[in-house]
């Protein structure tokens, strides 16, 4: 069984930071892309930024220059480092990984963590 715990979230001025970790664990055979979304009220979950098992990165053209996405391999975790927060960025953001895990390892699935709020204040 696999987990995404995701942490960091909070409350913050405009013009703030936050820094939100997300540590994959279980029977986990490889860990692929990992991605950052967010759910904004009354909206849709749209794509935040990607980070590939081979390093590459990607951001939606509304967070390019602000956040930055990273993963540390060892600890299965991904990060997003939020600067110059906005209040259009408060969302609940949520992780995604693309993992194969132990039981089958022919496939990979997404696997999604619960959520953290980050709320920007203005």
């Known amino acids: 069984q696999v987990q995404l715990v995701e942490s960091g979230g909070g409350l913050v001025q405009a013009g703030g930071s936050l820094r939100l970790s997300c540590a994959a664990s279980?029977?986990?055979?490889?860990?692929?892309?990992m991605d950052w979304y967010r759910q904004a009220p009354g909206k849709q979950r749209e794509l935040v930024g990607r980070?590939?098992?081979?390093?590459?990165?990607n951001y939606a053209d509304s967070v390019k220059g602000r956040f930055t996405i990273s993963r540390d391999n060892a600890q299965n975790t991904v990060y997003l480092q939020m600067n110059s927060l906005k209040p259009e960025d408060t969302a609940v953001y949520y992780c995604?990984?693309?993992?194969?895990?132990?039981?089958?390892?022919?496939?990979?699935?997404?696997?999604w963590g619960q959520g953290t709020q980050v709320t920007v204040s203005s």
């Open positions: 980070v590939g098992s081979d390093g590459g990165i």
């Open positions: 279980g029977n986990i055979f490889s860990l692929n892309a």
């Open positions: 995604k990984a693309e993992i194969t895990t132990t039981d089958d390892l022919r496939y990979q699935s997404d696997y």
